[in-house]
């Protein structure tokens, strides 16, 4: 089957330049069947990056599961003792709807979300959404044909360990729900609603006459009393006042919309890219509280304690995230393990007895270990200290990765200052943790896996090392910080040992490890540390590029729970045929649920960002600081605008029947600029904020920049 790419003109057209098409959408045909779940979910996502709503449906009943990004039970233990909590649920009881037939529509260019129940003549329609702007929520409800009789109420999960208080405040209904006792840390929420024009919770909905409901939720990581601001919030709300706030939240959503964008034909990846970022918008804003490991929580027993899982689930939903230009919603990912750092200098000096910083798998909000004492685990080779490892000292490593694409990609100072405590405690590990021995840098006793044993030099760890010291030197450069420790960083990169090979089927591979796992047959860590530790890139050795595609191929990854959001990637690095790739991103963007989630793959947002990550890769390249032009099957059209490049650039570029054109750099920091020549050896005309300056010639182009310098390129 072969994907066709071209820029699809009269979606474009028919909404503003470069913005979400409202042509996106996602369709329910039934009600949702793992709503709610201990693990990821098939139902409607709404949120503003803090608070999220999904919709369940069973008997009579639409229930409204609504949570909070900072809503945790914040202990760290584990055993189900600690891990993000439901706020509160919206059950909504329609009399004689009992097993109807359901349907739903929601748009991806704000989210708001429609849906339809029938049975015979009796239906109602209902339109919600979570403001972008507010913490608030609207729910209208619209009987179709004959009047309905529906019952609102408002409840929480049961739970041994939860403080529930309910109550009315005139017209207005509240619950506060706080995990207070035999925690570390307090956590309270606080949820108001009222039907807005009516004083009833059980009400007649008349056809032409619709209701809506509005709840207002906070916590106390937001405000000292949440109750009395969201009761405060909510008086204020009256029928009038929804337009307003809607408009608000269309215009965020537009402004969300316009920080970058691309096209390609295949209308399957254009829907899966615009799918991955609507979700990580919806899920992820506060600064201090990214999403956990499912994104959105409809129980109070999530799996995986609903963690930061540090050994790549975590990391995953941000990857592409800078490269498109929502920094926004990638910022949060750092909190979390900047908040840990004394615990895991901690694991460092009373387990392997190094400087610097340890890390487990499993950690949450706020210094919180949600792993800690795992009584399943503690006679097990997995358990060190009282922390869950599975023999693993890459995490903190892993860790660094968006860090450093944020960092490359912006040169933010503010931003370099705040990271440099963690990328030092890093490098410190490893300063130490590193032998030297035969005129190389060797690791020993790191599982590759999880519990793989005490592997020796994994391939991934290897790439995880190289990232860190070289953004280390950079950091150390750019903010002027100890300078006299770069000699040794750069003898570690000089040193350092090489990637593994094996020979299998008659071509040479990666081996997984120098001595210890060789080979995994259902994950790709083996191709982790060509991406997203992107220490491998075009402009590596020959000889490195022809193994790496030998290992493309011999693994076939593509379609894997744990391994996608990272294999494509991969591919797209080494310079991996474009159509296989476009094909099987094809593929994939067809395996999913209607939200978005992958078929059968429990883990939840991880591979969001999957297809937007590959087609910006492939569209607009720049690891290495080298900036590779539309590296697609020949004979397609694509476009891009403002895609977020190493060095602080914001590119944009068209490609039309074979000709490029439209080519535009805007640099922000007035960094050294490199860029593969878009039309080969052909001469190109400079223009520096729309004056003509110099000519290039060659097959790649080296400029100064200035800052917030506009250049366009022209070719001759």
């Known amino acids: 089957?072969?994907?066709?790419?071209?820029?699809?003109?009269?979606?474009?057209?028919?909404?503003?330049?470069?913005?979400?098409?409202?042509?996106?959408?996602?369709?329910?045909?039934?009600?949702?069947?793992?709503?709610?779940?201990?693990?990821?979910?098939?139902?409607?996502?709404?949120?503003?990056?803090?608070?999220?709503?999904?919709?369940?449906?069973?008997?009579?009943?639409?229930?409204?599961?609504?949570?909070?990004?900072?809503?945790?039970?914040?202990?760290?233990?584990?055993?189900?003792?600690?891990?993000?909590?439901?706020?509160?649920?919206?059950?909504?009881?329609?009399?004689?709807?009992?097993?109807?037939?359901?349907?739903?529509?929601?748009?991806?260019?704000?989210?708001?979300?429609?849906?339809?129940?029938?049975?015979?003549?009796q239906q109602l329609a209902l339109k919600s959404w979570v403001s972008a702007a507010n913490n608030l929520i609207?729910?209208?409800?619209?009987?179709?044909?004959?009047?309905?009789?529906?019952?609102?109420?408002?409840?929480?999960?049961?739970?041994?360990?939860?403080?529930?208080?309910?109550?009315?405040?005139?017209?207005?209904?509240?619950?506060?729900?706080?995990?207070?006792?035999?925690?570390?840390?307090?956590?309270?929420?606080?949820?108001?609603?009222?039907?807005?024009?009516?004083?009833?919770?059980?009400?007649?909905?008349?056809?032409?006459?619709?209701?809506?409901?509005?709840?207002?939720?906070?916590?106390?990581?937001?405000?000292?009393?949440p109750l009395k601001s969201v009761l405060n919030q909510i008086k204020q709300l009256n029928g009038s006042s929804v337009a307003k706030f809607e408009k608000q939240h269309n215009n965020w959503w537009r402004a969300y919309w316009d920080k970058s964008s691309l096209t390609v034909q295949d209308s399957v990846l254009m829907k899966a890219y615009y799918q991955g970022l609507y979700t990580m918008a919806a899920c992820s804003r506060d600064p201090k509280f990214p999403p956990g490991i499912f994104g959105w929580?409809?129980?109070?027993?999530?799996?995986?304690?609903?963690?930061?899982?540090?050994?790549?689930?975590?990391?995953?939903?941000?990857?592409?995230?800078?490269?498109?230009?929502?920094?926004?919603?990638?910022?949060?990912?750092?909190?979390?393990?900047?908040?840990?750092?004394?615990?895991?200098?901690?694991?460092?000096?009373?387990?392997?007895?190094?400087?610097?910083?340890?890390?487990?798998?499993?950690?949450?909000?706020?210094?919180?270990?949600?792993?800690?004492?795992?009584?399943?685990?503690?006679?097990?080779?997995?358990?060190?200290?009282?922390?869950?490892?599975?023999?693993?000292r890459s995490n903190a490593a892993y860790g660094l990765l968006n860090m450093a694409q944020y960092w490359r990609c912006t040169y933010d100072e503010e931003y370099g200052k705040k990271i440099y405590p963690y990328a030092l405690a890093v490098a410190n590990f490893w300063e130490d943790y590193l032998k030297f021995e035969n005129g190389r840098y060797v690791i020993y006793g790191d599982a590759i896996h999880e519990g793989s044993g005490k592997d020796k030099n994994p391939i991934l760890s290897i790439g995880l090392i190289r990232n860190a010291f070289d953004l280390i030197m950079d950091l150390s450069s750019s903010l002027k910080r100890d300078a006299g420790r770069q000699e040794k960083w750069k003898h570690i990169l000089d040193h350092l040992s090489g990637y593994s090979t094996q020979t299998r089927n008659g071509q040479q591979v990666f081996r997984y490890t120098e001595e210890g796992v060789d080979w995994w047959p259902d994950n790709g860590l083996g191709i982790q540390h060509i991406y997203p530790a992107s220490v491998i890139t075009l402009d590596s050795k020959e000889e490195l590029l022809s193994v790496s595609r030998n290992t493309i191929s011999a693994m076939q990854r593509?379609?894997?729970?744990?391994?996608?959001?990272?294999?494509?990637?991969?591919?797209?690095?080494?310079?991996?045929?474009?159509?296989?790739?476009?094909?099987?991103?094809?593929?994939?963007?067809?395996?999913?649920?209607?939200?978005?989630?992958?078929?059968?793959?429990?883990?939840?947002?991880?591979?969001?960002?999957?297809?937007?990550?590959?087609?910006?890769?492939?569209?607009?390249?720049?690891?290495?600081?080298?900036?590779?032009?539309?590296?697609?099957?020949?004979?397609?059209?694509?476009?891009?605008?403002?895609?977020?490049?190493?060095?602080?650039?914001?590119?944009?570029?068209?490609?039309?029947n074979g000709v490029i054109s439209g080519v535009k750099i805007k640099s922000e920091k007035g960094r050294p600029c490199s860029l593969i020549n878009p039309w080969q050896n052909q001469r190109v005309l400079l223009l520096r904020n729309g004056k003509k300056a110099e000519t290039l010639s060659g097959n790649r182009l080296s400029f100064n920049t200035a800052k917030q310098e506009t250049i366009e390129l022209q070719a001759l």
């Not at 909590?85 to 349907?103: M, P, S």
């Open 297 to 392: 929580t409809t129980t109070d027993s999530p799996n995986w304690n609903g963690d930061y899982h540090l050994n790549y689930n975590f990391q995953a939903p941000f990857y592409g995230l800078v490269s498109a230009n929502r920094l926004l919603q990638a910022a949060p990912h750092d909190a979390p393990l900047l908040d840990f750092i004394s615990r895991g200098e901690w694991y460092a000096k009373n387990i392997t007895h190094t400087r610097g910083i340890l890390y487990p798998v499993g950690i949450g909000p706020l210094g919180i270990e949600v792993t800690k004492d795992f009584a399943q685990y503690k006679n097990s080779q997995n358990f060190e200290q009282g922390g869950l490892f599975f023999g693993q």
């Open 1 to 121: 089957m072969k994907i066709f790419f071209a820029i699809i003109f009269a979606q474009l057209l028919s909404f503003a330049a470069f913005a979400q098409s409202p042509a996106y959408k996602n369709s329910w045909t039934k009600a949702p069947v793992k709503t709610p779940a201990n693990v990821a979910i098939d139902a409607p996502l709404m949120g503003n990056g803090d608070l999220t709503m999904s919709i369940g449906y069973k008997g009579n009943s639409l229930s409204f599961y609504v949570a909070k990004n900072d809503f945790w039970r914040l202990r760290s233990k584990a055993d189900g003792l600690s891990g993000p909590r439901v706020a509160a649920v919206l059950d909504i009881n329609i009399e004689g709807l009992k097993d109807a037939d359901f349907t739903a529509e929601q748009l991806l260019s704000n989210g708001i979300t429609r849906t339809f129940l029938k049975k015979g003549n």
């Open 138 to 225: 609207f729910i209208e409800l619209k009987a179709v044909q004959e009047a309905l009789k529906i019952s609102i109420g408002l409840r929480a999960p049961n739970h041994s360990m939860a403080r529930l208080k309910t109550g009315k405040s005139g017209k207005i209904d509240w619950l506060e729900r706080a995990f207070v006792d035999s925690v570390d840390i307090p956590t309270t929420v606080a949820v108001a609603l009222k039907v807005l024009n009516t004083s009833n919770t059980t009400l007649l909905v008349h056809p032409g006459k619709p209701i809506t409901i509005a709840m207002a939720i906070q916590s106390n990581f937001k405000q000292e009393a």
């Open 558 to 656: 593509w379609h894997d729970s744990n391994t996608s959001n990272s294999f494509f990637m991969a591919a797209i690095r080494v310079g991996y045929d474009p159509v296989m790739i476009s094909n099987e991103l094809h593929k994939y963007a067809l395996r999913t649920y209607p939200n978005g989630f992958q078929l059968n793959n429990p883990h939840g947002i991880e591979n969001s960002c999957t297809v937007q990550n590959a087609l910006t890769e492939m569209l607009c390249m720049s690891a290495g600081n080298v900036i590779r032009l539309f590296n697609i099957p020949k004979n397609e059209n694509a476009s891009f605008k403002n895609i977020r490049t190493w060095g602080a650039f914001l590119v944009s570029a068209s490609l039309d």
